[in-house]
């Protein structure tokens, strides 16, 4: 059943970002060609339900609409599920930009808002640019969102329209261009302005102008998408978006066909830090800090709360690879780094359980992963993730591996002291639950 599927590379290449997708810069763990390609040679049944557990830009629920599949998406970080419900709109709603748009910039262009001290945008801009970006998002929250999405309990982002989406993601772009100074090295990561740096000053005019750009364009985009011809025409499957951790999905046990998907890889990514200006620009929606949100996350820099113990469910290579990290002679490799590791496989490990329960027997759940380093020591991910699923009752089907000269890890140039292979190894893995 899996030598079936059609597997490409998995790899990322920003050349594939073209089109609408071009307006979704983030970070992927692969392209709308490589779902489509293997969720095309599924043989899935035309009521299928595909979900992708760790969302993201929305690759997976995308695709799978578009080839007529239900599609579940869920993410932990508001951001991405706002990012993903854009990416949803429909090409039909593409003429309802304009009109809206200049609702909202003229609302922005005559209104002023005082600014809070604590205001995270403050972190890169004066106060007044940070009022006149203020000024658009209060102007976006009053013409797009209502009451089913601004609740008493707080802001239900699984309920926001794509169309109130997309212009929160043309001021995502907005800002993160008018930023782009503080992108650092590694290219998920944007840094924080330090205190001996000027803050960023434009006029109202450029912003506004800038927002209205990137909304102008997006409408072209998808207007041209209506008229370009389709060789086949399928209705779209409906899509779900929700705000919810890969450890706690409450989904209907054994109500899933088909998973798809790319846990966040064990390389020390802070996920939130990718997302830092986006997390300011929406913070007056939030009920949980950055800080805390960066926690939550699998994969997170942040020691666990509370003491993790090593389960012999994770299986016998996580658990040596975990003694490796514990005796190593670097600094804080018992502590700090040790700790971190704990709560990465914890969380895997519980995702994976929750993701067996929801998965109908007979379903299938393909796994993205790439393998990366401690030090010198390998973390054989993808081995890992193969154990430690077949212990929580998923069977492996098979494993499609691809070298990558490259890794995020290689960005850091003190990994090279290390000697250890360079690149990364990207395994596409299948499961089945029986």
Known sequence: MF???????????????????????????????FASALISSARLDSSAVVLDPWNGSGTTTQVASKLGFRSIGCDINPVMVVVSRARCLSPADGDSIEPLAGKVVEQATAASQGVDDDDPLLGWFDRGSVESIRCIEISIREHLLGAWTLRP??????????????????????????????????????????????????????????????????????????????????????????????????????????????????????????????????????ETSPRELSRQMIGSTRVPVEEIVPDPKWGETCNRFLVSVRSHKSKASSGYYLNTHLDYFAKLASSLDRIKRVMKRGGRVILVVQDSYYKEVHNDLPAIVSEMATLNGLCLLGAKEFRLARSMSGVNPYTRVYKRQPGAVEAVLGFERL
Not at 157 to 177: G, I, K, N
Request: net charge negative; charged share 20%.
């Open 153 to 286: 309990d707080g802001t239900h982002f699984e309920c926001m329209s794509s169309l109130a989406a997309t212009f929160y993601v043309a001021l995502f772009l907005t800002c993160r261009s008018l930023v782009s100074t503080f992108q650092s090295s590694n290219p998920t990561w944007l840094r924080r302005r330090k205190a001996d740096e000027a803050q960023i000053v434009i006029e109202r005019a450029a912003i506004v102008s800038a927002f209205g750009h990137y909304l102008d364009a997006m409408s072209n985009q998808l207007v041209a998408g209506c008229l370009e011809p389709t060789l086949e025409l399928r209705e779209p499957g409906t899509i779900d978006i929700h705000l919810a951790d890969s450890t706690k999905l409450v989904l209907p046990e054994e109500s899933v066909d088909f998973v798809l998907t790319s846990p966040p890889y064990c390389t020390r990514i802070d996920y939130t830090a990718a997302t830092r200006i986006e997390l300011a620009v929406i913070a007056p929606l939030l």
């Open 3 to 33: 030598d079936q599927l059609a597997i490409p590379s998995p790899k990322q290449n920003r050349s594939s970002r073209v089109g609408w997708d071009a307006f979704f810069p983030y970070y992927a763990g692969y392209p709308p060609s």
